[in-house]
């Protein structure tokens, strides 16, 4: 049982390329996650997903877009990348039975120059 | 709308002290609420979490915390630091249940 998991764990993008985070986990969640986490602001939500085929806006999506076509992943797309989102993100998972935990992948590291 | 403000970005406490990690919310709705955990290099662990059963909640690790609705609060402590606590500690707030807010962080250093 891995949890979940993050690919790639690092990278770093020229201002204007894009690229796709994935996010997986085996756990049969759900709900899942995207927050991106800076110095000195927490962590905010980007955009999240309550099932299969569905994705809604967080706090912060703009710049960023996304897709659940399987359960068990949730892709987040930037697709032309800025300095401003130089940041580490964070995937994670909910089961929806109330028991309100949510299950936190180990992070990309995104540098954009 | 929801938020959390923590007061401290920084608490260093001795080897054996109590340690003291203040959280505020704002919430229109009677909230979820929520301490996570990130040591250095890894994602958050859920530390403990309020879901309006007792006011008084144990986690893991020894922590514990107290939910104050008069003064929309929600503290978090350890009656003595292990240096195993040095971490960064979150406090978040939930109307639904799942869509979190979290504050800024407070980092706790323990010295020997």
């Known amino acids: 049982n891995a949890g979940v998991t993050q690919t790639p764990k690092f990278r770093v993008l020229k201002t204007g390329q894009s690229m796709t985070l994935l996010c997986a986990q085996d756990?049969?969640?759900?709900?899942m996650y995207w927050y991106r986490q800076d110095p000195g602001m927490g962590l905010r939500l980007i955009h999240y997903?309550?099932?299969?085929?569905?994705?809604a806006k967080g706090e912060v999506p703009d710049g960023y877009n996304v897709s659940r076509l399987k359960k068990q992943n949730f892709l987040l797309g930037l697709e032309s990348a800025a300095p401003s989102q130089t940041s580490v993100y964070f995937c994670?998972?909910?089961?929806?039975?109330?028991?309100?935990?949510?299950?936190f992948g180990p992070g990309t590291r995104l540098t954009v120059t | 709308a929801q938020s959390v403000t923590q007061l401290g970005s920084h608490v260093s406490v001795s080897e054996g002290a109590l340690v003291l990690l203040r959280c505020n919310y704002s919430?229109?709705?009677?909230?979820?609420l929520f301490w996570y955990v990130q040591y250095p290099n890894q994602g958050l662990q859920l530390l403990l979490k309020?879901?309006?059963?007792?006011?008084l909640v144990k986690g893991i690790n020894g922590f514990e915390a107290e939910f104050k609705k008069s003064e929309t609060s929600f503290h978090l402590t350890k009656p003595s630091a292990h240096m195993s606590d040095a971490a960064e500690y979150f406090c978040?707030?939930?109307?639904?249940?799942?869509?979190?807010?979290f504050g800024a962080g407070t980092t706790v250093t323990v010295r020997a």
């Open positions: 994670a998972s909910q089961r929806p039975d109330g028991s309100y935990e949510q299950y």
């Open positions: 756990m049969n969640h759900e709900y």
């Open positions: 997903s309550v099932g299969e085929g569905t994705t």
């Open positions: 919430s229109s709705v009677p909230p979820y």
């Open positions: 309020y879901t309006s059963a007792a006011t």
């Open positions: 978040a707030v939930s109307e639904s249940g799942h869509k979190l807010s």
